[in-house]
RNA sequence: UGGGGCGUCGUCAAGCGGUUAAGACACAGGUUUUUGAUGCCUGCAUACGGAGGUUCGAAUCCUCCCGCCCCAGCCA
């Protein structure tokens, strides 16, 4: 590749290079029309946010539209909540669908109206047989299956059949509406695939309204359809359905839109299924879909992720047809290499330790300067009181440190950020043995920002004057599940076994500086060598702090710490 | 013994008959640093699931084999 090329760096993949070749071509007149329809049966999840990206993103890129469409054919399953989290958390994402909200109920009569078209054209049946029946006639993927006994009924009969289920004269499960294919066919989709069944339940929008439902196979198909749908993109275990999407629509023969089917983002550590992370909710394994542990858009955003490191890592990890897994490791750089641009760095002492500066003068208080950012000049520099009792990190002091160590240890010197270099000259414990308190002195010539403070010192922590110190309560997350692919246990429905029961770390007395008290809820920082945090979203008080770690910082100190062990 | 897919570095992933087989994350080393952070530099697939074949030339084409995933909901 010569240097000309080299420019162009953003990856690309085989969905846009069909886009592009569809416009090249003038394929649909070189409109981009996608869409991204979610069930309203659960909260959306960084798996949703790839497809999201994806057609939201294929849509922008060539000046295309992208439809927001409830794929709502099922009311024993959906909710209006779900669909209130769905919009809120696509908008979120920052992405825009225009003023029309598209739902697959609003396509009923339509499509009410077509399965009567299939019915006339004798391609359609209705079925007595129960369901039990229906699967033993369906056969076996090496075998095929036996044509229904009612397969073969009149036009007129299944058309009045067909209105009366409609009409409710039937209880649910009595009766199907069938499609007639197959009953061979290699493609278990194609063996006479339900079109309709009889729910009698109340629909999210359309109410009382039917007592029939198409089946998604029967539904969404069509739906691409009527909205002129360029490029239906999906995921892979519709490949096979696509068929029939095909003979549906070319029977109709209606507007014909291209699937392109992808692999389905899976995460290491964690869950991606609507249905598994509803059972963590309704088992209570996490405080609700918004749990700052969940994957869900929801409990990242609450968790302290940003739109832009979600946008960035479905970008990075491409879109391709072979199924993977993506390391967490991914997604938490993404989020730091965003905020270590735009956060804020506080400092926050989470374990504290007492220091006492026995020559800093009692009852003074000096106000120092530090820089907010120093990777953003522009977000300028803060006052912090400092004074002669101080609380820094436990983990911060050794007694009897390593010779890597270049913290604080009895005898040893550090600096304290943004302030003095001081020097441990006592260990104070309890009767049993507790460090309780460090007595040090400081040093009045190394004051930070000073003419004689160039004098280097290894370490360097992050601290908070005790007396001006704000408790706030700090909830340390890591990852829900010990096992890299907790869904591989089988059909093992204990997803029990695989939580690690460390995934919640909650910290109560820990002394952050001042200004953390007059945060507002979801405001991120970075808190000084500690990681990153967002205020809580639900929790926070400015009288009773509550902050997430959303991601740590890189640990090379931890690295060596565990070699050496 | 059915149908549909997929196999390129630890993890993602470019590659579309002629490339020293991109890039990112991870990892390792060095360097800057009043965050052991960040930044910067360096290293990291003689190799593309395997075996044959076509070709002057194959990760890219053909054949066979192996492995993995999905499908038997009146879920989506």
């Not at 709502?72 to 979120?92: F, G, R």
Request: hydrophobic share 35%.
């Amino acid at each position: 590749m010569n240097k000309e090329n080299e420019t162009d760096v953003t990856p690309s993949n085989f969905i846009r290079e069909v886009v592009k070749d569809d416009i090249a071509s003038n394929k649909w007149e070189g409109r981009v029309h996608t869409r991204f329809p979610p069930e309203p049966n659960g909260f959306l999840h960084i798996g949703h946010a790839k497809s999201i990206c994806l057609n939201f993103g294929l849509a922008d890129e060539f000046g295309g539209q992208c439809n927001l469409r409830f794929d709502d054919t099922n009311p024993t399953k959906e909710e209006d909540v779900y669909v209130q989290s769905i919009i809120e958390d696509v908008k979120w994402l920052g992405f825009d669908w225009g003023d029309k909200i598209y739902y697959t109920s609003d396509y009923f009569a339509q499509l009410y109206d077509w399965a009567v078209q299939l019915i006339k054209a004798d391609v359609a049946y209705v079925e007595d047989l129960s369901a039990d029946e229906i699967r033993e006639h369906r056969g076996t993927p090496t075998q095929a299956g036996k044509d229904s006994p009612f397969r073969n009924r009149s036009v007129e009969e299944n058309l009045d059949l067909f209105e009366r289920m409609k009409n409710g004269e039937f209880a649910d499960g009595a009766k199907v509406l069938r499609a007639k294919i197959d009953m061979a066919s290699g493609n278990l989709n194609m063996r006479d695939p339900v079109l309709y069944r009889i729910i009698k339940a109340h629909h999210h929008r359309t109410g009382d309204t039917w007592c029939i439902y198409p089946m998604y196979d029967f539904a969404h198909g069509q739906s691409d359809s009527i909205e002129t749908i360029t490029h239906s993109i999906c995921t892979l275990e519709f490949e096979d359905h696509r068929p029939l999407y095909d003979w549906i629509i070319d029977t109709l023969d209606v507007y014909h839109p291209q699937q392109i089917e992808f692999a389905r983002l899976n995460l290491a550590y964690t869950l991606l299924s609507k249905r598994k992370l509803l059972q963590l909710v309704e088992e209570k394994h996490v405080a609700g879909w918004d749990d700052p542990r969940m994957p869900t858009i929801s409990g990242l955003r609450r968790r302290g992720y940003t739109p832009e490191s979600i946008r960035d890592f479905c970008e990075r990890i491409g879109v391709a047809k072979a199924n993977s897994t993506v390391e967490m490791a991914l997604l938490e750089h993404c989020l730091r290499e965003d905020l270590n641009k735009r956060a804020l760095r506080l400092m926050a002492v989470l374990r504290p330790l007492k220091v006492v500066l026995v020559n800093y003068p009692e009852g003074q208080v000096e106000e120092l300067d530090s820089p907010n950012n120093p990777e953003d000049p522009e977000a300028g520099s803060r006052k912090i009181p400092f004074s002669r009792e101080l609380y820094i990190e436990q983990e911060d002091f050794m007694e009897d440190a390593p010779k890597k160590f270049f913290r604080l240890a009895p005898g040893k010197e550090v600096r304290l950020k943004s302030a003095y270099i001081i020097k441990c000259e006592e260990v104070i414990k309890d009767s049993s043995g507790n460090i309780t308190e460090l007595r040090c002195t400081y040093d009045p010539d190394s004051k930070s920002g000073g003419a004689t403070a160039g004098r280097k010192i290894k370490g360097t922590l992050h601290w908070v004057s005790a007396q001006h110190a704000k408790s706030a309560e700090v909830r340390m997350y890591s990852h829900l599940f010990t096992k890299e692919n907790p869904a591989d246990d089988k059909e093992s429905s204990d997803l029990k076994s695989a939580l690690n029961p460390e995934s919640l770390e909650i910290l109560k007395d820990c002394k952050v500086e001042p200004a953390l008290a007059e945060a507002q809820p979801g405001d991120r920082f970075q808190f000084l060598r500690m990681g990153y945090f967002c205020a809580d979203a639900k929790n926070y008080l400015s009288t009773a702090p509550v902050f997430n770690r959303a991601v740590t910082l890189r640990d090379t100190w931890a690295k060596i710490a565990k070699k050496g062990s």
